[in-house]
Nanobody, 125 residues
Framework: QVQLVESGGGLVQAGGSLRLSCAAS????????MGWFRQAPGKEREFVAA????????DYADSVKGRFTISRDKAKNTVYLRMDSLKPEDTAVYYC??????????????????WGQGAQVTVSS
């Protein structure tokens, strides 16, 4: 029903920046929240950021607060993650996700019904 297509991953040096995009498509797309999660090798998937689609309220993991910015373009059904001051510890596969369930816990992966394919972000030192 809903498909999420990610783009924008790549290799960057520490201190650099990247912007990830996640475009949602589907006849009945209406999102309560869209979020970004990441998973590094050998680690569990962790919450990065989320945005409530309607009002634009944002929330961030402590590890990225002040460095990452989540935003959305309602007209394009697209969410972005601007990543600044990247650190090697940010290296991971980044997944975007969407949930249509109003009031769900957007900081938890289980709240999301749709997932992007993942975008590799590698930060070199």
């Amino acid at each position: 029903q809903v498909q999420l297509v990610e783009s924008g991953g790549g290799l960057v040096q520490a201190g650099g920046s990247l912007r990830l995009s996640c475009a949602a498509s589907g006849r009945t797309f209406r999102s309560y929240a869209m979020g970004w999660f990441r998973q590094a090798p050998g680690k569990e998937r962790e919450f990065v950021a989320a945005i409530l689609w309607s009002a634009g309220y944002t929330d961030y993991a402590d590890s990225v607060k002040g460095r990452f910015t989540i935003s959305r373009d309602k007209a394009k059904n697209t969410v972005y993650l601007r990543m600044d001051s990247l650190k090697p510890e940010d290296t991971a596969v980044y997944y975007c996700a969407a949930t249509q369930r109003t009031g769900s816990n957007y900081r938890q992966a289980y709240a999301y019904d749709y997932w992007g394919q993942g975008a590799q972000v590698t930060v070199s030192s």
